[in-house]
């Protein structure tokens, strides 16, 4: 195995830990069933995807990426299949687009790309859902209940494990050419 | 039109509309129509939580763990409690073995092979919890293998928590009872009271605010009071009667004063669970 397949093979590996830690946060520590309006989302997988997406070149590998996980996580979680296999790729594909604009990533822009992309994801599977009559929910209560505190616990988590997580995804995407 | 398609923007706009639509809509129909979903999604769904196995047994160990510990807090009073019952409950288990004794012969003797308080059950375990908003599903690892069905109730230590969605071979997933849901999520009902009038309705939604069950379709309110014990009432075919959900806790008129609420609090634990078991009713309902 040359190294660039050993990379692939830690980055999935990555993406799919995150996967996982998105269900199990929910049901150990978030699972606040029997009272409250409030519900917390967590969005491990994004946090993944996004710092993948800030040091990926290769645009097909984003969307296959997008589009796989995106997949399992629809049939897994949902039920349902079409909500994050396509918003995943669009926000790879986006933030792909733009991120020319950056210099150099740092935590700053990181953490604005993420909350941008979780606002439009959460937003976007709300759309969709209310389409299909999955929710009855108005927009306000899910900006007041859902969206906000979803965005408040994930930023903060960003913030908290940042320095490690990106550590690990440079690693898992730099290599040297000459070290075979 | 040469010009329209040679813009490839628009174009792939166009096809990535189409493509999440016609996703939504055969997923969704799916679901609420057929029994299973299709097969490539079953084994993808049975491989992800197969591995997924792998990191949720250690986080419910460390789940019960943090449950004994409150347990353990909560000791003394609960001791002192159940001290005041435990004489009662030796007498009703002595009753309820003569009862059922009773009952088999009784039943033998009219040939009747189940009733509706006839079931079976199924223990699984709680692999994770959805991470979506409306959808408030848990996986379990039972699956069609185990001989579980779309729409078989699921219970939790002592009450009912749910209801089975979608079966795969080897994993399923459960709606939890406190999801908002206009289409599934009703279940027959009836209020144990005193007297001999049975009070039938459905619980038919979750009032997330105060943590409470709402029963609707209540034929008379008459009777209800504070601390009466609702049951299914296997009506519908597809529960079987029963099955404990709570204890009422009050009456509300809706906006318009014209039909009651009787909300319930549920009487299992909608949190600290890492096992769930599943009632295979005997009779078979509609199908």
Redo the contacts between chains.
């Keep these: 195995m040359n190294i660039k397949t050993r990379k692939i093979v830690g980055q999935v590996v990555f993406l ?1 830990l995150a996967f ?9 520590f978030l ?7 409030f ?1 917390i ?3 491990i997988m994004l946090m993944a995807i996004v710092l993948i997406t800030m040091r990926i070149d290769n645009r097909r590998q984003l969307l296959a990426y997008g589009i796989i996980f995106g ?2 996580y629809d ?9 994050y ?2 918003l995943l790729p ?1 926000i790879m594909v986006g933030i792909d687009h733009f991120k020319f604009l950056f210099v150099k990533a740092n935590m700053g822009y990181e953490l604005s790309i993420y909350f941008l992309a979780l606002t439009f994801l ?1 937003s976007g ?2 759309v ?2 209310r389409l ?6 108005n927009v306000f209560d899910f900006i007041t209940y ?1 969206l906000g505190p979803t965005l408040l616990w994930n930023m903060i988590l960003f913030f908290v494990i940042y320095v490690p997580l990106a550590n690990l995804s440079d690693w898992l995407v730099k290599y040297r050419r000459d070290s075979k | 039109m040469q010009k329209f398609f040679s813009n490839k923007k628009l174009i792939i706009l166009m096809v990535i509309l189409i493509v999440t639509f016609g996703l939504l809509a055969v997923t969704v129909n799916i679901r609420d129509n057929k029994e299973t979903p299709p097969a490539v999604q079953q084994v993808g769904n049975d491989v992800v939580s197969v591995v997924g196995g792998i990191f949720a047994y250690p986080t419910n160990a460390v789940k019960n763990a943090s449950s004994e510990f409150s347990d353990l807090y909560n000791t003394y009073t609960e001791n002192k409690h159940l001290k005041a019952r435990i004489d009662e409950l030796a007498q009703n288990q002595a009753k309820l073995k003569v009862v059922q004794d009773e009952n088999k012969k009784l039943k033998e003797e009219l040939k009747l092979n189940s009733t509706l308080t006839d079931y079976t059950t199924v223990n699984a375990s709680v692999l994770s919890r959805s991470s979506s908003s409306w959808q408030s599903y848990l996986t379990i690892n039972r699956g069609s293998t185990s001989g579980l069905k779309k729409n078989m109730p699921v219970m939790s230590g002592n009450g009912l928590i749910g209801r089975i969605i979608e079966v795969d071979k080897i994993s399923a997933k459960v709606e939890l009872i406190s999801t908002n849901n206009e289409l599934n999520d009703k279940f027959a009902s009836e209020i144990l009271d005193s007297g001999n009038n049975a009070i039938t309705g459905i619980v038919s939604r979750y009032d997330s605010a105060s943590g409470k069950l709402v029963m609707e379709n209540v034929n008379s309110t008459k009777n209800i009071k504070k601390g009466q014990r609702i049951i299914t009432s296997g009506l519908g075919g597809r529960t079987p009667r029963g099955l404990y959900i709570g204890k009422v806790y009050g009456i509300k008129k809706d906006n318009y004063g014209m039909t009651n609420s009787v909300y319930i609090t549920p009487a299992a634990e909608l949190r600290n669970f890492t096992v769930v078991t599943i009632i295979k009713s005997s009779v078979s309902g509609e199908e």
């Design positions: 799919i996982y830690l998105d269900g199990l946060m929910k049901w150990a699972n606040n069933m029997n009272t409250g309006d519900m989302l967590p969005q997949l399992v049939s897994y979680y949902y039920g349902i299949i079409g909500l296999t396509v669009l959460q599977i709300y969709l859902e299909l009559q999955q929710t009855n929910t859902v």
